[in-house]
């Protein structure tokens, strides 16, 4: 497998994942901006694959690929043989011959992994239904910005146990701070994630009360209650409700403690408006610094 796919942040040192978190912090303040352009003759091509819609995944690619030099192409199962039966092993080798990068957006992480056992070019991971490692980065980036070094402090995740969760998990091992997940037991984290939390040391507890879990955090987060392609809402808000994160909550965190969402929101659900347009909320930097981090990313796929 090429060894430099983005998949997941436990595949990475802690000095690798804070070596692309450095870059990134550069490339926003103007010091420098990554160049991937090999020659005039060719500049590099990032095949952006979407099974799942998205906003911020394909906008902040698409324009971070093109300002360090290179070009985009987008598809979509639809406009592949993929979604006619065609191997995802045969689509990665094809692909390989044609582009510099790949990066999927899809629902099956086992996909992804294929994808990336069989691409002789770099793959990286926009989002599966286990983990979101790209939005981690950015939110880390975004932390620092406001909260200093995130090293030691406490971030409290409220809500669904999904896949940003996890990626969280896997940042408290590599960046050393505490994370405190509360959610209904039914919607935690697979246990495969607790064990894998308790063999790195990671300082990650699961707290059942949001406002235990809140207390003496530097950051509140959440996300969407549904995700895409989940058919039981109904079930799943019931369950969530004691979990929203309204203003008597954020009151319980620290009084400069930030709230983060990645987005998509929806307001009256996961967080009330007063705090997803309120004052701690970061949520807006959160999308930008995915601008800056996918370029940090792309530089490292390509360059490192």
């Not at 039966?85 to 992804?112: K, N, P």
């Not at 056992?117 to 926009?126: D, F, L, Q």
Request: hydrophobic share 40%; proline share 5%.
């Amino acid at each position: 497998m090429d060894s430099n796919h983005f998949l997941d942040l436990h595949h990475f040192s802690s000095d690798d994942l804070r070596a692309i978190i450095e870059d990134a912090k550069k490339i926003k303040s103007g010091a420098y901006l990554p160049n991937v352009q090999g020659s005039a003759s060719h500049k590099p091509v990032l095949i952006m694959i979407f099974d799942k819609p998205s906003t911020r995944t394909r906008v902040s690619f698409d324009i971070a690929m093109r300002q360090i030099g290179g070009e985009t192409l987008v598809l979509n199962s639809a406009d592949m043989q993929l979604g006619r039966g065609e191997t995802i092993a045969d689509t990665a080798q094809v692909l390989s011959r044609y582009g510099d990068v790949i990066m999927l957006r899809t629902t099956d992480h086992q996909a992804l992994q294929e994808l990336a056992e069989n691409a002789k070019i770099p793959v990286i991971n926009g989002l599966t239904d286990k983990s979101h490692p790209c939005q981690i980065l950015a939110d880390i980036l975004t932390f620092e910005e406001k909260c200093g070094p995130i090293a030691n402090k406490t971030l409290a995740w409220i809500g669904d146990g999904n896949n940003v969760a996890a990626s969280w998990m896997h940042a408290a091992a590599r960046f050393g701070f505490r994370l405190n997940i509360s959610c209904p037991e039914t919607l935690s984290p697979a246990q495969e994630l607790w064990d894998w939390a308790k063999n790195e040391n990671a300082n990650v507890h699961f707290v059942p009360q949001p406002d235990m879990a809140v207390q003496d955090a530097d950051c509140v987060i959440t996300d969407v209650w549904v995700s895409m392609g989940q058919s039981d809402a109904e079930q799943r808000c019931n369950l969530l409700r004691p979990f929203q994160v309204d203003g008597a909550l954020m009151t319980k965190a620290k009084p400069d403690a930030i709230f983060m969402h990645c987005l998509p929101a929806h307001r009256g659900d996961e967080a009330t408006a007063e705090v997803i347009d309120g004052p701690q909320s970061v949520v807006f930097d959160e999308a930008e610094n995915r601008l800056h981090v996918q370029k940090a990313i792309l530089n490292w796929c390509l360059c490192h």
